[in-house]
Structures are given as C-alpha cells and as structure tokens.
C-alpha cells in the first residue's frame, strides 16, 4: 500500500481477501485461544493477526442502542501490541466469511467432522 495519499483512510479489503485466499489455501493456520471466540495466526514471524467475536455497539431499527457480536481483526506487532483495528464495517464482505474460515481451522472441524461421520456410519 506503499504511496497511498494519507487523506484517505487505509482500505483493508484487499488484506482481508488475501488471508482469506492463503487460509483456504491452507497456507495459514489460524489457532485457538483461551477464549472460545478468538483465534490468531502469526505471519513471518513478526506479525500476528488476531480475530476475535466483540461487542459492538450499534442502533436498531428505531434509533436505539443496540449491542451485538461481531468479529473484528487486530494487527499485532512483535510484542503483541495493537498496531491495527479492523471493524467487519470496514471491509467490503465484513469479516465474518474470514472469522468462518479461521474457527474452522482453529477447532479442527474438518477432522471432527470426519471422526463423528465415522461413528454415525457405525450406528
């Protein structure tokens, strides 16, 4: 994004697209965390990518606040410090397909899938 004019804000579209292709690619593995609604993966060793379920606050349809979950995506340095917040109102497509994807992975569906069609097959 090197030259980009600084009046615009930083679109993070294209590097959510790009964690979501290498993620089906199966070039990341995204990992779970202490909290069941989080998962990270680490790129070139100096960057981790932390996605997580937080509360957002919003309005209903009649103008009042309203709190619900969506996933937002942090960019760490490092030390695990936040060098970047992505809101899923901020990436054309919201962050729920990649947050999809990296539970997937994180809890090893596929292979619980398998192991639980095996035993139903059995029954």
């Known amino acids: 994004m090197a030259g980009q004019p600084l009046e615009r804000e930083l679109d993070p579209t294209p590097l959510v697209a790009a964690l979501a292709d290498k993620t089906k ?4 593995s995204w990992q779970p965390t202490a909290d069941d609604n989080t998962f990270i993966v680490s790129v070139g060793g100096e960057t981790t990518f932390k996605l997580a379920l937080e509360g957002v606050e ?4 009649w103008g009042q606040p309203e709190y619900t979950n969506a996933p937002v995506l942090h960019l760490l340095d490092s030390k695990g ?10 990436v054309k497509g919201g962050l729920w397909p990649l ?5 997937r ?10 192991a639980l069609m095996e035993v139903v097959e059995k029954l």
């Open 99 to 103: 947050y999809k994807l990296a539970r």
């Open 25 to 28: 690619a199966g070039k990341l």
């Open 58 to 61: 919003g309005e209903d349809r």
């Open 105 to 114: 992975i994180g809890n090893k569906m596929d292979d619980k899938m398998a």
């Open 81 to 90: 410090r936040k060098i970047w917040e992505i809101s899923s109102s901020e």
